[in-house]
């Protein structure tokens, strides 16, 4: 998928294996990270919603369950410009093969009218998040990404392209496994939303819920700790659980879908 917002482009393809919604709130949480630590210009909101020009991006998943879940997030967030890749290229309205959820979302994003592969698309990108499968994209694809490039390979067990093929060509590498730097795992969402959505009773849980629920998550992170093998918290981390609930809670009775007094 590719996401621009004033020039700055994010790619990642898509998941074919179902994914719970909740997972996107890592996803933009965990891009957001890397653009506070890595980033030269941090999102602002000057423009159309989204970040001002030059800003940096942040990022999605593909076109699947979990894709649709995170474009949805992200233009919550205020990302502007999102294009979707399956394992036949870029998603767009002049493609004949796509069915109704995917035109569906042909129609909300790629404003540009993009085709091509996947790794076309990556090239200039400033951040790659794959949730698709091995070999989705290439090392050479990668490489064609622009400089100090945050790359998220999601993938599980075998990540879209590991990190030993692209070491010293990107700035930031974040994968689902628990061996490498930067673990991705739903984990850090599930425990503190459902916490936080309970002791509210809330009807549902919203966007501001979720976007509430990736910020908490990014905040447990101190300024002064982020790296560029550091950008998310550990999942053993005993604050982030609380901060979620609190951060949920807290957003249900603003948007009124709380059914229960909240006390901070």
Not at 32 to 43: E, V
Request: charge should be negative; hydrophobic fraction near 45%.
């Amino acid at each position: 998928m590719l996401v621009a917002q004033g020039g700055a482009k994010v790619y990642a393809p898509p998941r074919r294996a179902r994914v719970p919604r909740l997972a996107s709130f890592l996803v933009v949480l965990s891009s957001y990270g890397c653009l506070l630590a890595c980033g030269d210009n941090p999102p602002s909101s000057d423009q159309t919603g989204g970040s001002g020009a030059g800003a940096t991006a942040a990022g999605t998943a593909g076109v699947g369950a979990a894709g649709i879940a995170v474009t949805k997030t992200l233009l919550a967030a205020g990302v502007t410009d999102i294009v979707g890749c399956d394992r036949h290229g870029v998603v767009h309205a002049g493609r004949a093969d796509l069915g109704d959820v995917k035109r569906e979302y042909a129609a909300l994003t790629n404003p540009r009218g993009l085709t091509g592969t996947a790794d076309v698309a990556l090239a200039g990108a400033d951040v790659f998040i794959g949730l698709s499968a091995p070999g989705a994209v290439s090392a050479d694809g990668i490489r064609t990404m622009a400089n100090d490039a945050i790359v998220f390979a999601m993938a599980n067990p075998t990540p879209e392209v590991l990190p030993e093929e692209i070491e010293g060509d990107v700035a930031v590498f974040a994968t689902g496994r628990s061996d490498y730097p930067n673990q991705i795992n739903n984990v850090l969402a599930f425990p503190g939303i459902f916490r936080g959505a309970l002791d509210v009773r809330a009807s549902t849980i919203n966007e501001e819920m979720e976007l509430a629920a990736a910020h908490a998550i990014a905040a447990v992170v101190d300024t002064g700790q982020l790296a560029a093998d550091y950008v998310i918290p550990s999942v053993f981390n005993k604050e982030v659980a609380p901060a979620v609930a609190h951060a949920v809670s807290e957003a249900a009775v603003r948007t009124g879908v709380a059914r229960r007094e909240w006390r901070s």
